[in-house]
Structures are given as C-alpha cells and as structure tokens.
C-alpha cells in the first residue's frame, strides 16, 4: 500500500519510520517532510495547510492511507478535506481536533462530564480576566485558547505578572488569534505524565505513559518551548493510576466527545498532572506529542497501520496495544537561542553513527539538505532517543549519542530525565 504522512518534524519523522516497519507498506510519502524523512521516505514540497495540492497528490498517487500529523492542518480541517475526496485518512476530523484546538471547549467539556481538571474560568476580553484576577489566588495559570504551538500557557506567580500576562495574550497578541480567549485556571502541582491513546470514536486503548520536558533551561527554568525531551515510561504511572485514568478521563473523554455528536478518531493525548487529590486533565492534544512519540513508538511491538486502520474502521475492540518491556529518554538538540532567535544553517556531522544501532535513534526535526549537506533548519533541529532495559541505563545511553552529533549553535538540556533518580 502507498502512505502519505503530513508534516514535517521529528514526531512525523517517528511516525513514518515506524510505517516503514510495516510489511503492508510499499510506498511512503510525506509532505514537505525533512532531510532525515527522506531516507525513508519520498518527500514533496507541499505545504500541510494546502489542502487542495494534498489532496489532488494523494488521488493522483492513489495514496491508500494519509497520516495528518500536525496540530494546525487536523484543527482546520484536513482529514475531512481528504474525506471528502474518498481518501481514507488518520486522525480526527475538524469537529473533534476542537478537543486540542480551543482549552476553552475542552474545559468546558470536562466541566460537563465531571472529568477531573483544575478549576477554571473562560474570558472573551481583557477586562473581565483583569477583574478576576483582583480575588484570584497566586500562583495562577493563563492559557491562549487556541493552537500556539506548544507555548501558549503562562504560569504566574503573582498578580503583576498575571495583569501582563493577560496583556500579553489578549491586548498584544504574543500568541496571535489563539489568544483572543482566554482561560485562566488554578494552579496545581504533583508529577507530569503524558499518555496518548488511539481512539476509534467508542474505543480507546492507551499507549505507554511518558514524560515532556517544556522549559528551555536544565531545571525546568527559561521559556516554555514545544518540549526539549522526553522519556517512557514514567516510574510514576502506576497500575493504580492506570486503572483511575481509565475510569474516570480516558473512557468518558472518549464518551463525552460522541454524546456532543464530535465522534474522535486517531490519537488523544492526555496530559496529566497526578495531584495529591487524584489525576487531572491539564490539556488534551488531538495527535501524537512531539517529543512524546519519539520514545513512544520505538518502543511498540505493534504494526501501526493495523492499529491506524482499526481506528479508522471502528474495530479497535479487536486490537490489543504491546510494547517493549525496556525504556526510552530522548533529548532534543536545540539551536542557541530557541526558542526567542537563533540562527540556521550549519553542517550537522556525525548523524551516520547512528546506522545500525538498533537501539539508538536520531529523529529529525529542523533540517534541510543543502549542496548535499544536512544543515540545521529550525530551533529544535534533532531528537537523539536510545532505548535501555531501564531508564537510567537509557538515560545514559541517550546522552552518550548526544556526544555523537555536533554543529554550530548546538545546544541541550543536561537533566532530560532526572526525575528518574528520585523515582
């Protein structure tokens, strides 16, 4: 069969490695892709919000499978675009991306169906978020409505910063229309846990837990960025809480979004914030995380095309989701700068160590081949994984391949994981 996966970072660049796995698979394209995914696939200069060339390039290739990765083109609709043109496709439609695509909608959501989260208000102007904030206690949480790429939550510890921060989202538009509303939420602590989960509309099965690390700095200081690394599975993820989640978000997420008549197939992400009062939503995504599904999707024994179809054709109930018994840690690899400016262009050298390692994997995520060279081309340029029989070892491991890989301006997180130690 012939695939064409959407996008163009290292999430895309996992998941079309993990499609050239499958025997199904004859042919994989991706769009636009990068100089990593065309070792494995062909790309092609298409854009993942042009809908009309996507979708005459899968009839003309007569595509069996398109994969839509991205937040952006799923919230704008591309699966149904290719719908609509008889194209089988991967993920959910416009009407439940709204799950990842307005916080607002999916507070609401969880409002409705007593899924836990913490508590909250939805503010359509400056105004009434400024005057809330007057008898709001600190430290406070403010997020852009819409899609900001990973970067639209402020945490606020006081109320100076909270008044800016309503400012800078509503008044000076720091996140674009994705802030012209607003939540404002409670602040909670505990571990962060990502799980993402495929979805066939009525059934979901989870995949392995994981972990993101957001700031841009070790210690989870500086700037929240799309995440500098990750690792799976979270010592922290219990059965117990496994079985809660089930229960009490992951079930009725599911349940709720088809009683509100938006029917979601493809991947949810939950992230979760495991508080002394239980599990709560923090946000959902409606798509793979990237980085989550650079440690995720190695570590899975399943044919994903199987599992992709079975959402696609309501029979994920016959499906039962196995992963390796070992762990992941993956670091992402950071031009200088991200994610405010930072300059591209720079020879990458040494990426071909990583041949024939089978526990080692380098994702591609900001690059471009130019005058036969792979340069940098993005802010987060590579994510470097490694797999081990634990996460310590895989730690390990991982930052070992680290040293594997150099260019100008590189730059890394050096505590990707740490929490390991504490576990």
């Keep these: 069969m012939k695939v064409l996966v959407v996008g163009s970072g290292g999430r895309e660049h996992a998941i079309v490695r993990s499609v050239a796995k499958s025997n199904r698979v004859d042919k994989i394209y991706c769009a636009p892709g990068n100089a990593g995914i065309a070792e494995l696939a062909e790309c092609v200069d298409i854009g993942v919000m042009d809908f009309d060339k996507l979708t005459d390039f899968a009839l003309k290739e007569k595509i069996d499978l398109c994969v839509v990765a991205p937040d952006d083109p799923l919230v704008a609709g591309a699966v149904d675009a290719f719908e609509a043109k008889g194209i089988k496709s991967f993920g959910p439609r416009a009407n439940a991306a709204i799950l990842e695509g307005s916080k607002a909608f999916s507070k609401d959501l969880m409002k409705k169906y007593n899924i836990p989260t913490a508590a909250y208000e939805n503010f359509d102007n400056a105004d009434d978020a400024l005057k809330y904030l007057e008898t709001a206690k600190m430290p406070i949480v403010l997020k852009a409505d819409g899609l900001a790429l990973g970067k639209g939550v402020l945490i606020c510890n006081t109320i100076e910063e909270a008044r800016a921060g309503v400012k800078s989202i509503m008044l000076d538009k720091q996140f674009g229309n994705a802030g012209n509303r607003m939540v404002i939420e409670e602040f909670i602590t505990g571990r962060e846990v990502s799980v993402l989960s495929f979805v066939d509309g009525k059934t979901i099965r989870p995949m392995t837990s994981a972990q993101d690390h957001k700031r841009a700095l070790d210690g989870d200081r500086g700037l929240n960025t799309g995440g500098m690394g990750t690792f799976s599975p979270s010592p922290f993820y219990t059965k117990e809480i496994d079985?809660?989640?089930?229960?009490?978000?992951?079930?009725?997420?599911?349940?709720?979004?088809a009683a509100e008549g938006r029917e979601f197939k493809g991947v949810i992400f939950f992230?979760?914030?495991?508080?002394?009062?239980?599990?709560?939503?923090?946000?959902?995504?409606?798509?793979?995380?990237?980085?989550?599904?650079?440690v995720v999707l190695p570590r899975m024994n399943n044919d994903i095309i199987d599992v992709m179809e079975a959402c696609i054709d309501g029979t994920l109930d016959k499906i039962e989701l196995d992963f390796k018994?070992?762990?992941?840690?993956?670091?992402?690899?950071?031009?200088?700068?991200?994610?405010?400016?930072?300059?591209?262009?720079?020879?990458?050298?040494?990426?071909?160590?990583?041949?024939?390692?089978d526990e080692y994997f380098v994702f591609h995520a900001g690059t471009k081949l130019k005058d036969g060279k792979i340069v940098t081309n993005g802010g987060r340029v590579l994510g470097v994984t490694a797999m081990g029989p634990d996460l310590k070892k895989a730690r390990g491991n991982a930052y070992e391949a680290v040293k594997w890989i150099d260019f100008d301006n590189k730059y890394c997180r050096s505590d990707i994981g740490k929490a390991i130690d504490e576990a």
Excluded at 244 to 254: A, D, F, R, S
Excluded at 279 to 287: D, F, H
């Design 325 to 357: 018994d070992n762990a992941a840690v993956c670091v992402v690899l950071a031009s200088e700068g991200y994610p405010v400016k930072y300059e591209k262009g720079y020879e990458i050298k040494g990426l071909d160590t990583f041949r024939d390692k």
């Design 243 to 257: 079985e809660y989640c089930m229960k009490n978000i992951y079930q009725p997420t599911v349940d709720a979004m």
């Design 271 to 294: 992230g979760l914030m495991l508080t002394g009062d239980g599990p709560k939503v923090l946000e959902y995504n409606a798509r793979f995380g990237d980085p989550e599904a650079q």
